[in-house]
Each structure stands twice: as structure tokens, then as C-alpha cells.
């Protein structure tokens, strides 16, 4: 790993940290302000909602301005949310802290937009899947010390994780170097950068990669509501803590770990990305529906194994194909429209969880992520046929 590679894979771990300490605690923030399954999904919502403007612009600014200060406007209100979340006493702040982190909420993507900048064709996936790595080790430590620290009122997890959040923002202003030099840098004014909607309809019009995207949408769309809604799935069905909670979290990011930082190395060069992305959706399938027929807690561990399995080789295999089908002066905005991709999906996943949750069954949002899975599974299996022919 490149020295610059490396400094990126420390701050998209410090930035995954924060967000491990807060992801499992968020359905309890709002259960706390007398909120249910719906509202929580809503909140997921209208942080996906508010990416899906922001994303395509702040990856259009990176292309412009360079990778590194859009990065770091990121990092900042990421500080900035987790602040106001923490010091929240009404639904309303909640909110407003959501809205804020969704704003600047583009982290992730830019940091494959930097991978995109710093790496060969041949050596790409393997590199996406090491910013899978760092997703995996943040969401390993992040909810064991979420969980910790609510033991001391659900006020300090937040608090901790805006600490981190400033702390990874000085690291990257002294660190971290820039990825995209002046002279590769797209040219176009900044009224053009604001247009969004035509900046995503000109990537998904690429014939090349639009059924990648619609996979990579019915992936996404599967897992989207799940992230929110499993606290609330545990604890009506076996009883969870936050602390279980934070425990099984831990036990998904040791499987992201393995499956990213390991495996997937060893099996990229013997496969390929075709080959892996489509086994990946169908580990996917199997996996969220044997969360979805769990009888018992114990039930709950092979399966989420089938889905780290799935999400870990599918991801990263998945992205390269549609980054490598790119220029390299459009990365940025090949990102920014992949993230509003991901925004509609982050709309509707977890409002469609919530309320099949309430409504249809508590095990009703594994189903139908399974279903969608295999969707994904048919149209990339046809996507790629259709390129051998």
C-alpha cells in the first residue's frame, strides 16, 4: 500500500469509528424523544434525502477543486452533526444533526474517488476493498465502544464520536496529501457543478454501466434499512441491548476485516471481479433470509456471515467494474452520481423497513431483502453475459 493510500485508510477508519459508536445507537436516540420504527427509518431517510443533492455536487467540486478540501468540509460536519446530536433533547435536533451529517455526509465516496485517482486498472479493486477494510475495522471498534460508553448516558457515544470526527479533520489537513493534480482537474463552471440532476442523468445514460447501477441500487436498497432497523428487530425478538447490539456489530466488522483485509485478495486474482460480484449477490439472498427465519439469537451469527461475505467481495468487485468503465476526469462525479444512487436507495430502505416492520412483520424487512438481492443477482448475471457476447 502507497504511503498516500494508507494515510486515507486511517482517516476513512477514524471517520467509520464515529460512525460504528453511532450507528446502533440511533433507533435508541429517537426511542428516547418517544419515536418508534417508522420515525427511525425516517431519520435514515432524510439523511439520504439530503445526500442525494449534496453528493453529486461535493464529488463535481472534487473533480474541480481536488479531493483533499472537499474531504475535509466533509470530515468537519461530520464533527459538527455528532456535536449536535449529542447535545439533542428534542426529535427536532436529532433531525437537524442528521440533516447536517447528510450534507457533508460524502466521506466514503470521495475516498474511492481518491482511490480511483491513486491506482492501475489492475490494482483498483483490491484497493477499494482495503477502504472496505477500514469500513470493516470502524464498524468492529466503533459500536464495542459505543456500547461502553452508553453505559454513561447516550449523550457520551455522540460526544466521543465528534471528538474523533475534528480530531480525523486536523489529521487530514496536515496528513493527507492531494490525490488529483491541477492538470487533471474537469474544467466545467461551478453553475454547471450545482445542476445535479444532469449530472446523474449523464452517468446513468452510459449504456456500459447502467445495469451495474441498477445492481449496485437493488444491493443497496436491500441493506439500506436494515442498518437502522436491526436494534429494533433484536430487541423484539430475542431481547438485545444496546450492548448485545454494539456486540454483534463487532462481530460483523471482524467479518468485514477477514473478508476485505484477507480474502478477498486471495480470491480477486484467481476470479475476477465478474465472477465475484455475482456470487457475492447471491450470498446476499441466502444471508438476509436466514436472518429473516432466525429462531434463535445464536441463528442470527451464520447468517450475518452469508451477508458480510456477500456485501464484502459484491462492493468493492461491483464498484471497480463501473469505475474502470470510466474516464479518469469523471471520476468524481462517477462517485457523486453512484452516491445519489445510493441516497434513493438510503430514501427508501429504511422508511420501506420501518414500516413493514410495524406494519407486515418484524421479519418482514430480511425478506424483502433477500428478494431484492436476487433481483441484483439476475440483472448482473445479464449485464455480464451480454458483455461476453
Known amino acids: 500500500m502507497s504511503p498516500s493510500l494508507l494515510i486515507l485508510f486511517v482517516s476513512v477508519f477514524v471517520d467509520l469509528l464515529g460512525y460504528g ?34 453528493g453529486p455536487i461535493l464529488g463535481a467540486f472534487s473533480d474541480r477543486y481536488g479531493r483533499k478540501p472537499i474531504l475535509l468540509i466533509c470530515l468537519f460536519g461530520t464533527a459538527c452533526a455528532y456535536l449536535l446530536l449529542g447535545l439533542a433533547d428534542s426529535l ?26 491513486s491506482t492501475t486498472p489492475e490494482t483498483r479493486s483490491r484497493s477499494m476493498s482495503l477502504a472496505g477494510v ?30 474523533i470526527a475534528f480530531a480525523n479533520t486536523v489529521f487530514g489537513f496536515f496528513i493527507l496529501p ?3 493534480p491541477p492538470e487533471r482537474r474537469a474544467s466545467r463552471s461551478v453553475s454547471l457543478i450545482f445542476s445535479w440532476t444532469s449530472q446523474f442523468r449523464s452517468i446513468f445514460l452510459r449504456e456500459n454501466i447502467q445495469r451495474f447501477l441498477i445492481t449496485l441500487f437493488l444491493l443497496n436498497l436491500a441493506f439500506a434499512g436494515l442498518q437502522t432497523n436491526f436494534p429494533l428487530y433484536s ?20 467479518c468485514g476485516v477477514f473478508i476485505q483485509g484477507y480474502l478477498f485478495g486471495k480470491l480477486q ?15 446476499m439472498a441466502l444471508g438476509l433470509a436466514g436472518m429473516a427465519l432466525a429462531s434463535a439469537a445464536w441463528m442470527l451469527f451464520p447468517a450475518v456471515t452469508l451477508v458480510a461475505l456477500g456485501t464484502g467481495i459484491s462492493i468493492p468487485s461491483l464498484t471497480a467494474l463501473i469505475s474502470l468503465r470510466v474516464p479518469d476526469h469523471e471520476q468524481g462525479r462517477l462517485m457523486g452520481g453512484t452516491q445519489t444512487l445510493l441516497s434513493l436507495t438510503n430514501i427508501l430502505g429504511p422508511t420501506l423497513a420501518g414500516v413493514t416492520f410495524e406494519i407486515v412483520a418484524i421479519s418482514a424487512p430480511y425478506f424483502l431483502g433477500s428478494i431484492l438481492s436476487v433481483f441484483a443477482f439476475i440483472i448482473a448475471s445479464l449485464a455480464l453475459s451480454g458483455e461476453n457476447q
Open 178 to 180: 492531494e490525490s488529483l
Open 235 to 254: 430487541n423484539h425478538r430475542f431481547g438485545w441491548t444496546p450492548a448485545q447490539n454494539s456486540y454483534f456489530y463487532l462481530y460483523v466488522g471482524v
Open 92 to 117: 427536532f435536533l436529532i433531525f437537524l444533526a442528521v440533516f447536517i451529517d447528510g450534507l457533508t455526509g460524502s466521506n466514503l465516496t470521495l475516498a474511492h474517488a481518491y482511490i480511483a485517482d
Open 21 to 54: 459508536i453511532m450507528l446502533p445507537l440511533l433507533p435508541f436516540y429517537v426511542q428516547a424523544q418517544d419515536g418508534g420504527a417508522a420515525i427511525a427509518g425516517g431519520l435514515m431517510s432524510v439523511y439520504s434525502a439530503v445526500q442525494l443533492v449534496s
Open 134 to 163: 477500514a469500513f470493516g475495522l470502524g464498524l468492529m471498534s466503533g459500536p464495542a465502544l459505543g456500547g461502553l460508553l452508553s453505559g454513561y448516558g447516550l449523550s457520551v457515544p455522540a460526544l466521543a464520536a465528534s471528538s
Open 269 to 283: 486474482p484467481r476470479f475476477g471481479e465478474r465472477a465475484l460480484t455475482v456470487f457475492g449477490l447471491m450470498c
